[in-house]
């Protein structure tokens, strides 16, 4: 199935079964790629597997004030999409019946979501060691309703962790939206007022990074010591850490892919910087992720390829931590987004 031959993008990309196909078809010439699964299976004759569960992420909803190019969930302004009040509580009751060491809120935007104030209150009063809010930095700045957020994360130590794609105007506003840039430099600024990112605070202000073409991060810390440079030097402004992401070939990003013609190489790229230091450390095997809708997955871009757990129980009306820990973790060809070179997790790179 050549590329030319599609008879839309639309129609491409119109189900999610239509990505796997594109995904599982792999290069378009003789002998395709290397399955994931069989390169895994290569290095440690097994699949997959869980280890004990530290990290719970929550998608609160695909509703966001932006439409980023490169994000994953689709998110955007148009989506109606919300975790459900009860499954919130289900979400807390897990907390308190396991060791789960951190929660994971995410979205769109999960600020936007209607319990949202209320639900990070009561997760932190569970003994959480890490509560992160991935933020987008200019829901700060929407409107009136947000405006006293960085008190409120302040109050109850949430870790900001923000997508900010570089210490430049023009690529930040090419990925995400023209105008979004300065808009981040202000509440990055408003988070920096109340304590974020600066010395002797435990208010963790961490960014992320993910490149805005069709090549890999570099390396983490050199980045990491070049943001800090030119955001103190041109906007007075101080954070933790910097996160490389490695851009996965799934929802926006493939459609990018695909229209720039550079599927074939991106996935080439990804399957040639295989790297097994990598592969022991991929965050599916301590993460869990859920939907807004409250089915289970191994992380949240299987959530957009809609790969459910592997197990009976994919609800998390039906958790059970210890049966959940017997199940073969599904992975499908974006997979290799997460091994290649230094590796790739929601907490940056693994190697």
């Not at 378009?28 to 597997?49: C, E, H, I, M, W």
């Not at 439409?67 to 499954?87: F, I, L, Q």
């Not at 308190?96 to 209607?114: F, N, Q, V």
């Not at 040639?272 to 191994?298: H, I, Q």
Request: net charge negative; charged share 20%; with cysteine.
């Amino acid at each position: 199935m050549p590329i030319k031959s599609l008879q839309s993008r639309s129609h491409l990309l119109s189900s999610t079964q239509a990505q796997l196909q594109w995904l599982e078809n792999g290069i378009f010439k003789p002998g395709g790629l290397p399955s994931f699964a069989a390169k895994v299976n290569d290095y440690q004759n097994t699949p997959l597997r869980p280890r004990t569960l530290e990290i719970l992420q929550l998608n609160l909803g695909y509703m966001c004030n932006q439409v980023c190019t490169h994000c994953h969930v689709d998110a955007g302004p148009d989506r109606k999409e919300m975790m459900s009040e009860a499954t919130l509580e289900k979400a807390l009751d897990l907390i308190r019946k396991t060791s789960i060491k951190t929660l994971d809120l995410t979205g769109g935007a999960p600020e936007m979501h209607p319990y949202f104030l209320e639900f990070v209150t009561q997760a932190a009063q569970l003994g959480i060691q890490d509560l992160i809010v991935r933020s987008n930095l200019t829901i700060l700045l929407a409107n009136k309703k947000y405006a006293d957020l960085p008190e409120f994360f302040k109050t109850h130590n949430v870790h900001i962790v923000s997508s900010l794609p570089f210490y430049k105007k023009e690529k930040t506003d090419r990925q995400r939206g023209s105008g979004v840039f300065l808009k981040s430099i202000e509440a990055l600024k408003r988070l920096n007022a109340v304590g974020y990112g600066k010395p002797n605070t435990n208010l963790k202000l961490d960014l992320v990074y993910n490149p805005s073409g069709a090549f890999l991060p570099g390396n983490q810390k050199s980045l990491e010591l070049e943001f800090k440079k030119a955001l103190k030097t041109d906007f007075d402004i101080d954070f933790n850490q910097l996160f490389t992401i490695t851009n996965m070939p799934i929802s926006r990003y493939l459609d990018f892919l695909i229209a720039s013609e550079n599927y074939d190489e991106y996935m080439e790229s990804l399957v040639e910087a295989f790297n097994p230091a990598a592969l022991d450390k991929v965050m599916c095997t301590n993460t869990l992720s859920v939907r807004w809708d409250g089915y289970l997955y191994d992380c949240d871009f299987n959530q957009m390829l809609d790969l459910k757990v592997n197990h009976l129980l994919q609800h998390i009306d039906d958790f059970s931590a210890v049966d959940l820990l017997n199940r073969e973790i599904c992975v499908s060809q974006h997979c290799y987004g997460c091994t290649a070179g230094s590796g790739s997790s929601c907490q940056g790179s693994v190697v």
